[in-house]
């Protein structure tokens, strides 16, 4: 299936993927653990002067052996994410350090039952397909909240989970969670229900931490997502080819230690451009316009992609809130992302909106249906229905218009009434819909919930990062 939309011609394509080629084999990168480096070096990668340099055969070899579908499932083991070509899939962010409580306005910091919160919100939204943590909850250990976020996310939804771990224990405990929802460790690696998104420091630098997680992935045959994120201008040139050769570098050395550690690994390649850096106001930008560049290199690899949108720099539920979502929510659907997270966004990835996510969702519907495929049939033509009307007839009460309207798209969230039925309802804007739609879901909506003996097991795993935490810290 050809591509929609790509911001790049093939030279130019060319020319960025060697460039890629050329920073891992001539300039080379840091890799900050002894694995890692050992598997390279053994697979025919140089170390000199501290920099790991990677020969392109490697490259290409590991472009070879990845899969170029990956497909997640929910928690009953049924195929909910098919990962390749063009199919977009929509879900929220994680980590963001604040949230506006949609009961009070409010802009606070969020706690567990705001993490628990959202994801029964998620669990009900229907073109929210999988679900992250959303919040970083300031009332839990900090050192542990990751493996807190797990257990609420596995318990919440039977959606596909994409989990943000802080260190390697955490997404160790966040799969022996997962294992112990499916039955067994062989039914998570048959049928994996989550992954996890690894942030990267750079294309440059490969931290430890990041690493671990990404060989521990790749050794047990589940999914990774290894995005390496620069800030264009501070991290990576400011020049947006040169930043996209330097993130994809991090990305292709990424995809070749999961080769590495297992043939055939699940890879998750990224297509989140580096966001250049606002120079009046030193923010990295969400919602830039800048986008597709990364996706029109990763689009021509064939990998699943991971990408975002659905994000506003708006600091509350606006207009312009509404409007960055929607463009780039459809700018990724143009392009052909395939996991597009970051519904919901707000201050540039610093907050958390559950109205934001709403209007996302009604956002994520309009897109699906207008990309959905047309039919043209005899019915659909409806040629002897026109000739049966006749010129000047009407075709309310015919019954092929029974018979069809109800395949037309309607929104249950955007106002389309007229001015006497909107002001009769209450005269109320989109954000005070959305944010009475939420309330109505979290007072009504029950996800379907674990066994007692699973949700347990699930405890008890948290209750030892606990422990184990507070006994360092007290050291």
Not at 214 to 221: P, Q, W
Not at 265 to 282: E, G, K
Not at 292 to 313: A, K, N
Not at 405 to 412: E, I, K
């Amino acid at each position: 299936m050809p591509f929609r939309y790509s911001r790049l011609t093939d030279e130019q394509f060319r020319r960025i993927h060697s460039a890629s080629l050329e920073i891992l084999e001539r300039i080379g990168v840091r890799v900050d653990l002894p694995e890692a480096i050992a598997l390279l070096k053994r697979a025919g990668a140089r170390v000199e002067d501290g920099l790991v340099k990677v020969p392109p055969p490697l490259v290409e070899k590991a472009l070879q052996t990845a899969p170029k579908q990956v497909t997640l499932y929910n928690r009953h083991g049924e195929p909910a994410l098919a990962l390749e070509g063009e199919r977009c899939f929509f879900g929220p962010g994680s980590d963001c350090l604040n949230i506006i409580d949609h009961r009070t306005g409010e802009r606070r910091k969020p706690l567990m039952q705001d993490v628990v919160e959202g994801v029964i919100l998620c669990d009900a939204l229907p073109n929210i397909d999988f679900v992250m943590s959303m919040f970083l909850p300031t009332d839990v250990d900090q050192t542990v909240a990751d493996t807190y976020q797990a257990e609420a996310m596995l318990a919440h939804t039977t959606k596909p989970v994409i989990l943000v771990s802080y260190g390697a224990s955490g997404l160790r405990n966040a799969v022996e969670m997962a294992e112990i929802v499916v039955g067994s460790a062989e039914a998570l690696r048959a049928r994996p229900m989550l992954t996890c998104y690894i942030n990267v420091v750079s294309g440059a630098v490969h931290n430890q931490e990041s690493l671990e997680k990404l060989l521990y992935l790749a050794g047990k045959g589940l999914p990774s997502i290894y995005i390496p994120g620069s800030n264009a201008g501070v991290t990576s040139p400011i020049s947006m080819p040169g930043a996209v050769a330097l993130d994809m570098a991090g990305g292709l050395l990424g995809l070749v230690l999961s080769q590495l550690k297992r043939e055939g690994a699940p890879y998750l390649l990224s297509a989140m451009d580096p966001a250049a850096l606002d120079m009046r106001t030193f923010v990295s930008p969400y919602a830039y316009a800048e986008r597709g560049i990364i996706r029109s290199v990763s689009q021509r690899y064939g990998l699943p992609t991971f990408s975002l949108s659905g994000c506003s720099d708006s600091k509350v539920v606006d207009q312009q809130a509404a409007a960055e979502a929607a463009l780039t929510m459809m700018a990724e659907v143009l392009m052909g992302g395939n996991i597009v997270h970051d519904l919901g966004y707000l201050e540039s990835g610093l907050t958390f909106s559950f109205a934001q996510l709403a209007i996302c969702d009604q956002i994520a519907s309009w897109v699906k249906a207008f990309f959905s495929p047309v039919e043209v049939n005899d019915e659909t033509l409806a040629l002897n229905v026109i000739a049966e009307v006749g010129p000047g007839g009407q075709y309310l009460k015919h019954k092929h218009t029974r018979a069809h309207f109800r395949q037309h798209w309607y929104p249950d969230l955007f106002e389309r009434g007229n001015y006497a039925d909107w002001d009769q309802k209450g005269s109320l804007t989109l954000g005070e819909r959305a944010a009475a739609r939420v309330q109505k879901i979290l007072v009504e909506h029950h996800p379907e919930p674990l066994s007692d003996d699973v949700k347990a097991g699930l405890r008890q795993i948290v209750e030892r990062a606990a422990a184990q935490a507070a006994k360092i810290s007290n050291l």
